[in-house]
C-alpha cells in the first residue's frame, strides 16, 4: 500500500520560512515524478514544484523562494519555503507517480497523494 505521509507545516510570521517534507512508503518513485500543489480556501489546487531524476521545475508563484530537493532514493521530498507570504497560505499537499513525459503541473497525471499538511503565512 503506497503512502504519502507530509509534515513540516505550521504558522509562521511573513518573511519567514518553513520546511516540508514528504516521506513515502510502499513503492519508489525513482522512475516518475513527485511534486507538490496547494489549495487555498474557496481556490482550484495550484502546482508549485514537480521533480524527476532528470531535474526539477517550479512554478512562477514560487520560483526563487522555494525549493524543492529529495534524498537520494528519492522516498522523501522536500519542499524548502523561503520569504513566506501571506498568499503562499494553504494545504500543501505531495504527489507521487506522474508518468515521465506528462505534464508535471497537472494534478490529474498523478497517482498518489499525501493528505496535506496547513501552512499559515501572518502579515
Known amino acids: 500500500q503506497v503512502q504519502l505521509v507530509e509534515s513540516g507545516g505550521g504558522l509562521v510570521q511573513a518573511g519567514g520560512s518553513l520546511r516540508l517534507s514528504c516521506a513515502a512508503s510502499?513503492?519508489?518513485?525513482?522512475?516518475?515524478?513527485m511534486g507538490w500543489f496547494r489549495q487555498a480556501p474557496g481556490k482550484e489546487r495550484e502546482f508549485v514544484a514537480a521533480m524527476t531524476w532528470s531535474g526539477t521545475i517550479t512554478s512562477e508563484s514560487v520560483k526563487g523562494r522555494f525549493t524543492m530537493s529529495r534524498n537520494n532514493a528519492m522516498s522523501t521530498v522536500y519542499l524548502q519555503m523561503n520569504s513566506l507570504k501571506p498568499e503562499d497560505t494553504a494545504v500543501y499537499y505531495c504527489a507521487a507517480g506522474a508518468q515521465i513525459y506528462t505534464s508535471y503541473a497537472t494534478s490529474s497525471n498523478y497517482a498518489y497523494w499525501g493528505q496535506g499538511t496547513q501552512v499559515t503565512v501572518s502579515s
Open positions: 510502499g513503492r519508489t518513485f525513482s522512475n516518475s515524478a
